[in-house]
């Protein structure tokens, strides 16, 4: 009985890729942002809510500007690594080698579970323009995913860390003093929060420098946060690590916690307002009408992303590692007033 459960669950975690896959879609068709490769995951005519393609524009542009900047500002310390948990069918790694963010010495994992990778292979195979972004013509077929130079595809459950870190160490060959990116994006909160946990910690004493992104769900207990949890549950989901860690306040102390001296936190209502251009936020605001403006808040008030970055000193010297974590930082326009106003 209690393989039934896990089974059924396991399957129900991994049909929010589905659903993520096709809210971006609906959002790139709508003209929210660009994603050329998006529609060639998903075969679907299903339509989202205003309220939902601004929610995924927000989410991709925070994660997407994060990435970038972190490529920026580690171009003079050789290749990169960026580890993509629970990736799904993200089409970012095609992204940054089409704005060529991602040079040829770098490398991209992607690791989600096996029933996942496996379809994710197919779909890459079959479409040759992703094997030009990908600079090549041929895949070796590796652990239910293929691997090329600069993109590994992998399946794994990664709530088994000692596999985790064999694939990373032994098969895809990370480099520990390289400059390495984690992200994780809604996945933590489908896992136990001690294997999550385990992941944190395992990234931070692994790798001298390393940064991780999370972008997840938060308070579970107010009256949105409960219906919200009862919407997702519903669909056969648990959400264990929402309850461990039901703040942004206690998402920040984890990390701290588990090694990362430097953490920002913020809600995604702040990133919209604070952070995201006015010229940016002008022009999704005119694709469609959205009246729903106290959902929307709220809605947006229970996403939050993390950042974080940590530099071993025997790596970098401080006053270096505090120049990029400055780098690395979105500067919301009201920092950036009191900034302006103080100068
Ligand atoms: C909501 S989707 C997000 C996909 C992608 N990160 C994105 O933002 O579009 C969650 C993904 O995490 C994966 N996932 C959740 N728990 C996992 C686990 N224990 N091991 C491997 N993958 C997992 C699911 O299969 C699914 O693809």
Redesign the pocket.
Known sequence: MKNVNWETQRQA??L??L???IS?YCAVSKGYYSDPYIHLFVSTKEKRQPLINRGTHARVQAVQRLVERFLQFTTPYGKRQII?L?????TLVFRLREKEFLGQDDVFVE???PE?TRTKRQIIQQHPSLHSLLGTTSFQKVHDGLSCGIYSLIG????QIERVSYLLEKVCQLSPDSPTLVIS???FT??EPQNADQIIQYFSSTFSFISFILFELTFPTDPFGRQMVKNIEQRGCSLASLSAYPTLKAQKERFIQYGYPKVDIMSMYSFYEDVLDSEEKQRIERLELLDELEEWRLLMQHYFLLYCLKVNNNTLKDSEVNCLWDSFRFISKHRKVEEESSS
């Open positions: 975690v991994q929010t890729n659903d993520a896959t971006k993509n629970g990736s799904g069918f993200d690791l989600d579970f996942i794994v459950n990664l709530e994006e809604c996945v489908y896992m």
